[in-house]
């Protein structure tokens, strides 16, 4: 079996995945093989299954469509080398670190969701410059590139990240603070 990279989610255009299609075609030109599964369904499904096929990816990624068996869903999460998601990205940061999987996403933030917050470059996560195909290339094979000291490290700083900001404690502490600063606002 080969490393392969997962993504969940829908399938909308602004995911932009067949930027990961280019990369693993790039990767290919090295004879790095690398797979792809996607876990989702939506509206650019027809256009992401023909454009693997145009790059001859078609036994390489592998369309699951939408699984809501969260046992079945984390078994790929923990077995895959990462999770990519090359669009702007939000929950399913928070759903890839819960099983201690690294993300591979790009690092314009303006256009990510507030959970990308805890994405941290070579720490928990893999940044690489917006729409640069090349770039993702070179993000996925260091993930394959890792030895077993680092993914340890990796699937602990993502543990890490997780609990420090999304548990129930943290995110009461900041509803709480976000109130008393209304009252102050209402009161003044």
């Not at 507030?114 to 940044?127: K, T």
């Not at 993702?136 to 997780?162: D, G, H, M, S, W």
């Amino acid at each position: 079996a080969h490393p392969y990279l997962v993504f969940t989610g829908r399938l909308l255009a602004d995911r932009n995945l067949e930027l990961v299609f280019d990369a693993m075609k790039l990767l290919n030109e090295e004879n790095i093989r690398v797979d792809l599964v996607i876990i989702g369904s939506g509206p650019h499904f027809d256009n992401l299954k023909n454009y693997a096929g145009t790059l001859g990816l078609e036994d390489r990624v592998k369309f699951l469509g939408a699984i809501y068996d969260e046992n079945v869903i984390g078994r790929y999460f923990m077995n895959a080398a990462a999770c990519v998601f090359p669009g702007p990205i939000g929950l399913t940061v928070i759903h890839s670190f819960t099983y201690g999987t690294p993300v591979i996403t790009n690092d314009n933030f303006a256009r990510h969701k507030p959970e990308a917050e805890v994405l941290v470059d070579e720490v928990n996560s893999f940044l690489f410059k917006e729409g640069d195909r090349a770039a993702l290339a070179q993000k996925i094979k260091r993930v394959l590139n890792l030895n077993a000291l680092e993914k340890e490290q990796f699937k602990i700083n993502t543990f890490k990240a997780v609990q420090e900001k999304y548990n129930p404690e943290k995110q009461t502490e900041l509803i709480v603070n976000r109130l008393s600063q209304l009252r102050k606002i209402k009161s003044a």
